[in-house]
């Protein structure tokens, strides 16, 4: 590894208590969502609204803490973190007011393998899971409030199946195809961006896929009545 890194310059920490994230030793990139680095990013909610913000653009601390309707230096300190966690990168400055604002975008995301998701601890998945899912419900949530879904041909779909073994694998198999598929619709979209100004015709767009072995909703207890414990499932095994 190389020498210690130095904090970003992205604002003052909140007072009451320290991190060590700004000591870290440069490493490799973030590639799998297993890293603990990416772990780490993802077990505080408004670390998971920046990375989504920055997903769309850069932007600053400032401009990230107008958004979130949150204080500068809590904002701040967030950001810094996850440039420590090599997870946003400095872009750019631009003058505002007198002072200098520093830019960040994200840097590509840690893929969600097979193998990394086999790879985490059980706590671990728990809590990454929570966090997706916090943020799946609000960006569909906001979105369907600003009339995302009032399109004709949009969709939003609930499944209950019954499925042995293979027909797990198979839907497994599928869904990865069609995840595939959607990679290269949207190069496809780049492709026919031929002069400046094409990309003014482009629109944001939200899809979300879950597939899981499922908890039948007759069977759910309230979470009050099980204090948020783990509901067992029984495994279908093959014959």
Known sequence: MGSARSAAPAGGRPSGGTDNVSHLARRKPVTTINDPRYLKAVSHPVRVRILAMLDEGPASPKQLADRLGASLGVVAYHVRTLHDLDLLKLVGTRQR??????MYATVARPSFSDEAWAAMEP??????????????GEYANSSAAAGGFDRDDANISRLSLRLDERGWQQLAAASKKWLAEVDKIESGVQKRLKKPGDEHGLMDVGLV???FEALPLSEATAPSQNDGARTPRKRVTSS
């Open 97 to 102: 007011r007198g002072a200098t604002e520093h």
């Open 123 to 136: 706590v671990a998945k728990q809590r990454l899971l929570g966090s997706m899912l916090r943020q799946i």
């Open 209 to 211: 896929m879950l597939l």
